[in-house]
């Protein structure tokens, strides 16, 4: 094992979008046995600094990995496409008049099932978005479509989130 190993090396499994998390999850496991500090209280501080420092390594891993939008855009990145959301976030402009019609129905949405309905048409429209993001990736290798698709996600995940809050709100009156 190398620190310097990508995620996907690191867990032994292809450098692509679709993964068994299972497998993921498996492997996570035999990872931390493997490296955790305990095994090598025999050997002394340093040793277990730097079994410290593999299990925080095999986490971060793991995370990035089990993770659809995260190991999207760890893909994209390894391939020269970063998805830099914060200064690119031009989109096709389909995606961004769905979205404000989401955004508009959004905070116009005053019931549970109004909120509901809007969650439901956002958690497809994610779902069809994560499919094209793995023929994206694994069958065209299209790493820039893949990146625009990415950042897509990350609104749609966004979106989810503030619907989420609105539904705590509604809970609270």
Not at 29 to 51: C, I, M, N, S, T
Not at 73 to 92: D, H, V
Not at 141 to 165: C, E, N
Request: charge should be negative; proline fraction near 3%.
């Amino acid at each position: 094992m190398n620190l310097q190993s990508t995620d996907f090396e690191l867990f032994d499994v292809p450098a692509r979008f679709a993964q068994d998390r299972a497998q993921l999850d498996a492997r996570w496991k035999q990872l931390q046995r493997e490296v955790h500090p305990d095994r090598f209280a025999a050997q002394g501080a340093a040793a277990q600094r730097v079994a410290m420092q593999w299990s925080a390594r095999i986490n971060e891993a793991y995370q990035r990995l089990k993770d659809p939008q995260r190991r999207a855009a760890y893909l994209c990145e390894l391939n020269g496409a970063p998805i830099e959301a914060e200064n690119n976030t031009a989109m096709p402009t389909e995606f961004l008049m769905q979205q404000m019609d989401l955004r508009e129905r959004l905070d116009d949405a005053h019931t549970a099932e109004a909120l509901d309905e809007i969650s439901a048409e956002s958690t497809q429209l994610a779902r069809d978005l994560l499919q094209k993001i793995e023929q994206q990736l694994d069958g065209q290798q299209d790493w820039p479509g893949a990146a625009q698709s990415v950042r897509a996600l990350m609104f749609l995940d966004k979106l989810a989130a503030d619907i989420d809050r609105r539904h705590e709100t509604l809970e609270t009156r």
